[in-house]
């Protein structure tokens, strides 16, 4: 079965940490890897996303993530956590051994990542 | 500014009512998708238009009734609902879907939906 974890409901980080968001996945082909972010009272923005090749992946806004296939994850990173990046992430695959019969997104459970002053 | 534009931003209706979601994308994408969000949760599929054909509805109900007047235009009609269906409705569109399955999904920023 086709599912994605974010282990994590909520980080905390300070203004100019690194931030880590962890995802991991499970599914029976390769997986397509997509990393979305979600501000207050606004729709889902895409961030970056892994299909193949460099296993580091840089996105908008400064985020990049790395996809571990050993370890079945893809970590949203970012050196230097802003005050403005405060919102709600959402972790998706897509099984490619499906998508020609219709795979659809799998979307994770969101985290919700806290950046104080 | 998002390229898939939703409207109206937010909807109250009684439960007798009957509304309309509109969805409006202008970037050539050939597949569009309605999604139903709860607070703080994940986005819900519940129907995928395909080549301005319904590919896949997530069994549900038909008081949710999808239309896809052409490429550009998506609806979500809405009849008898229920409290329960107070939620955000998210619109979504892509370069296609049953293709390579590698472009992203670009999400409008959905309908506030509040049923008395």
């Known amino acids: 079965a086709q599912s994605v974890a974010q282990p994590e409901d909520q980080v905390n980080v300070a203004e100019g940490n690194p931030l880590t968001v962890k995802c991991t996945y499970s599914?029976?082909?390769?997986?397509?890897l997509f990393w979305y972010v979600q501000y207050p009272n606004r729709g889902l923005q895409f961030l970056l996303k892994?299909?193949?090749?460099?296993?580091l992946v840089k996105g908008s806004y400064g985020f990049e993530a790395e996809f571990n296939k050993s370890q079945t994850s893809f970590h949203l990173k970012k050196p230097s956590a802003l005050v403005s990046d405060s919102a709600l992430y959402f972790c998706?695959?897509?099984?490619?051994?499906?998508?020609?019969?219709?795979?659809?997104?799998?979307f994770g459970q969101g985290t919700e990542l806290s950046v104080k002053p | 500014d998002t390229e898939v534009t939703q409207t109206p931003k937010h909807l109250v209706m009684g439960m007798t009512n009957k509304k309309s979601l509109k969805c409006e994308q202008h970037?050539?994408?050939?597949?569009m998708y309605w999604y139903k969000q709860k607070a703080k949760k994940p986005p819900e599929l519940m129907f995928v238009?395909?080549?301005?054909?319904?590919?896949i509805n997530e069994s549900v109900p038909s008081r949710f009734s999808p239309e896809c007047p052409n490429s550009s235009l998506l609806n979500l009609h809405l009849h008898a609902l229920q409290p329960e269906d107070s939620a955000l409705y998210l619109c979504?569109?892509?370069?296609?879907?049953?293709?390579?399955?590698?472009?992203?999904?670009?999400f409008g920023d959905g309908t506030r939906l509040s049923i008395l």
């Open positions: 979504a569109s892509s370069q296609d879907y049953e293709g390579d399955g590698n472009q992203p999904q670009h």
């Open positions: 599914v029976s082909g390769n997986p397509y």
């Open positions: 892994y299909i193949t090749g460099d296993n």
């Open positions: 998706a695959v897509r099984d490619t051994l499906f998508y020609n019969q219709g795979g659809k997104l799998i």
């Open positions: 970037m050539g994408h050939r597949a």
């Open positions: 238009y395909s080549y301005e054909k319904l590919s």
